[in-house]
Structures are given as C-alpha cells and as structure tokens.
C-alpha cells in the first residue's frame, strides 16, 4: 500500500509541476462537482459533471486502471486520448481535460445527453429519411475534419454517433481511430459487420473504409437491419468475397426515395476505387440524396433535428463486481504492470494557452487533399472528376455506368 500511496504522489507530482511550468490551473477529480451517474462501460462510468471554476456542464469518463489492464484495454484508451487531444470539431465529441490519479484515468469531454444512434433504433425500430439524412449529414461533417487531418475513425456504427442535448449527431469512441499512415493492413480492428472489405481482407487501407461502414448504417438506420447478417468475420469475408450487395428498387421502404438507396449502393461497392468517396467526402455530399441539404446551415447549427432526444429514459446503474473479480483486480494492483503502464496517459487542459491553436480551425469548406496513387489510380480519379462537373440538377434517373459517380444520377438497377 505504502508503494502506491508513493506512485499516486508522483504522479500528482509530475501534474502540478507542469502546471507550474505552463502557469494554468491545475485539474483533478475535486475540480468538478458530480450532477449524475448517465453511463457505465466495461471498466468505466460517465457522469455529468460542472466545472466548479465557471460553471461548464461536461462529461466525465472515469476509468478503472485495475479494469483497463484485466480487459486488456490500455492500448485503445491511451490512442483515444491521443487522437482527441489533436481534434476539435463541433461534430464530434471533443476532449477538455485529461488527467489520472492513483486508481483512475479520467476524460473530461463534450457533454452529449441525448444517447447513442443505436439507442434511438432499439426504440424506433427504424428511421424516417428526414432523420436519417441528418444524422448521416452530422456524421458526414465529422468524418470531414478527421480526413482532412488523415485520421480514420475506423469504427463508424450506430453505437459510435451519439446525439447531444439538441439532437444534433457526434462521432465518438476514437479508441480504434488512427492517422491513415500508421495502419497496420493485417490488423482488422471494429466490428466486422461494419468493417469495409479492404479491411477484412487486410489489404492496403484507405479513406473510404469509413465509408463502407457508413453505408451498412444508412442502410440499418432505413430498414432496422444491417444489409448482410453474418456471426463471424470469417462468415463476412466469405459472403463478401462471394457477393456484391446492391439494394434493389422494390427493397425501398415506402416513403423514400431511391436516391437513398443509390447512395447506400455506391458507398457499398466492395472496390474502393469505385466506392463513392474515394476521390473525396465532397462526393457524399454531392450526390443527389442530398440535393437541397444545406451542410454549411448544418454546420452552424441552423438546421433543425428532427429526432426527438427525450423518447428515451432509462435507469444507469452499477453493477457490483463479484469476490473472484475483487481480488484478480487487487492483486493486478499490486503489480509491475499496474505501476508503470500508465506513463503515456498524458495530462492534457484545452485552455492552457500555450496549447496550438492550429487544430482547433475549423473551416467549413475543406481545401482538396492530396491522395498518393498510382497512374492507374488517377486515371480513376480524372474521370471521376470530369464526371462529376457535369452535374444534373434533374430529379429524372439516367443509365450511367455503377461506379462512374455524376451528381443527380442514379444507378441502372433503378431504371
């Protein structure tokens, strides 16, 4: 006891004399005031909670570090913590504080009352258009910053968009997130029903495996089931090595429009090239299901949500640990591992003033980003662009060829 007593100290330490440094107020536990319970993880619980210095109602995520190693989580929380503290945007759920004591990592974010995406279905069954349209506009925007910055978030499903106290849509869980670079190709993390196929097979990622993922829940969020349901990745990879999902006219819910279903067709080509999105997420918002949507009015929050927040109520509650688990997490306290594989859960505070600021622009039309191809590649890319010039403003479909993406047109299993 005496040996952890000593390492909480140190770490409390390290914290105060880097506030010292960096002159700014020092951030802990005390810091804030508990409102209540609004969550509870595998090893963590959420609380809503109020800055006592002025006021500011966030989120807590508190963190058994006994938890984080005996589910062998660390990795996932410490790229979590990274990615958010180099992102800051109004559609996803961004980071104020981190910071650790003794037992306890802590995340300080966004607050977002409203539940998850899947919340919302379980309650639902299924979407209407309207509100589907605007939670993948919300998600479109978030996923806009994050490439733009050449993070991927790699695990886009209905249990990573949550809806805040208006109802606009967040991307959050950044814990299998990583810059486009650094993606190892045999690692295949997420959940597979959503994974794109490029990441099953383990081949070179890209982009638009996030929007392959995207395109599985358009496609749940219109129907109340994912469009292919396999129990495995071995079962997903044989069903996609095997078959190319295309969403057929009479497979239309009443009341939609098949621009829908032809948007969740292109994001669901299993070729990535081909895949709507590849050249760019301005083909998203380009492409005809979207016509009239204003993202610029989305982005400043001029659009009205048309989900209501409050249809759903539930009761959080602790689950007790049993006398077995106590003691695997006492003595997994007592441990090397528990003293020391915490070092690189950084201490972060947004309103420290010698933080960059760089991170935190946000402009709304993002500039073209450079993508390293081959010759063959931008082949692709070149006629994807002059195709995409000649848009259609007419809400009449034409024959083109699947994969040849022009604004307004929709594919010819349509027709």
Same mark, same amino acid.
């Given at each position: ?37 609004? /969550?509870?993880? /595998?090893? +963590? ?28 989580? =660390? ?14 945007? $109004?559609?996803?759920?961004? @980071? ?5 004591? =003794?037992? #306890? ?15 919302? @279905? ?18 479109? @925007?978030?996923?806009?910053?994050? #490439? ?36 190892? $190709? ?21 982009? +638009? ?40 006219? #009479? ?40 016509? /009239? ?12 949500? $048309?989900?209501?927040? &409050? ?44 933080? +960059? ?10 500039? &073209? ?27 009449? $479909? ?18």
């Amino acid at each position: 006891m005496g040996n952890q007593a000593k390492q909480g100290q140190n770490i409390k330490t390290e914290i105060d004399n880097e506030n010292k440094i960096n002159n700014i107020e020092k951030i802990e536990r005390n810091s804030f005031n508990i409102i209540s319970l609004i /969550g509870v993880g /595998g090893f +963590s619980k959420v609380w809503e909670v109020k800055w006592k210095k002025n006021g500011m109602v966030l989120a807590m995520k508190e963190m058994s570090k006994a938890r984080i190693i005996d589910s062998k989580s =660390l990795k996932t929380i410490l790229v979590e913590r990274e990615i958010l503290s180099r992102t800051n945007h $109004p559609f996803i759920v961004n @980071l104020h504080f981190s910071f650790q004591d =003794l037992n #306890h990592l802590y995340l300080i974010t966004d607050l977002a009352k409203g539940k998850d995406v899947r919340s919302h @279905l379980n309650y639902l069954k299924k979407m209407n258009e309207e509100q589907t349209k605007f939670i993948i506009g919300c998600t479109i @925007l978030g996923l806009e910053y994050l #490439h733009y910055h050449q993070i991927v978030h790699r695990d886009i499903k209905p249990e990573n968009i949550i809806l805040d106290e208006k109802g606009y849509a967040k991307l959050t869980d950044f814990g299998l997130s990583s810059p486009l670079n650094k993606i190892n $190709p045999k690692e295949a993390p997420g959940t597979h029903c959503y994974m794109a196929p490029e990441t099953l097979f383990h081949q070179q990622p890209n982009l +638009s495996i996030d929007y392959y993922s995207l395109g599985i829940v358009v496609y749940e969020l219109m129907k109340g089931i994912r469009p292919y349901i396999e129990s495995s990745a071995i079962k997903t990879r044989k069903y996609l090595s095997e078959n190319q999902f295309s969403m057929k006219r #009479h497979a239309v819910p009443e009341g939609w429009g098949i621009e829908a279903a032809d948007f969740i067709n292109r994001l669901l080509i299993k070729n990535p090239k081909q895949r709507l999105g590849y050249s760019g997420i301005k083909e998203l918002k380009n492409h005809c299901w979207f016509r /009239g949507f204003n993202f610029k009015d989305l982005y400043h929050f001029k659009i009205k949500s $048309p989900i209501d927040i &409050n249809c759903i109520k539930c009761e959080v509650k602790i689950k007790q640990i049993d006398k077995e688990t106590f003691k695997r997490y006492s003595k997994i306290m007592k441990s090397n591992e528990y003293k020391t594989a915490f070092k690189k859960f950084l201490y972060f505070n947004l309103y420290d003033q010698n933080l +960059s600021r760089t991170f935190l622009e946000n402009p709304h039309e993002m500039p &073209n980003i450079k993508i390293d191809v081959s010759k063959d590649d931008q082949n692709i890319l070149n006629m994807k662009k002059k195709n995409s010039e000649n848009i259609v403003q007419t809400k009449t $479909p034409i024959n083109v060829t699947l994969g040849n993406y022009t604004r307004g047109k929709i594919s010819p299993e349509f027709i």
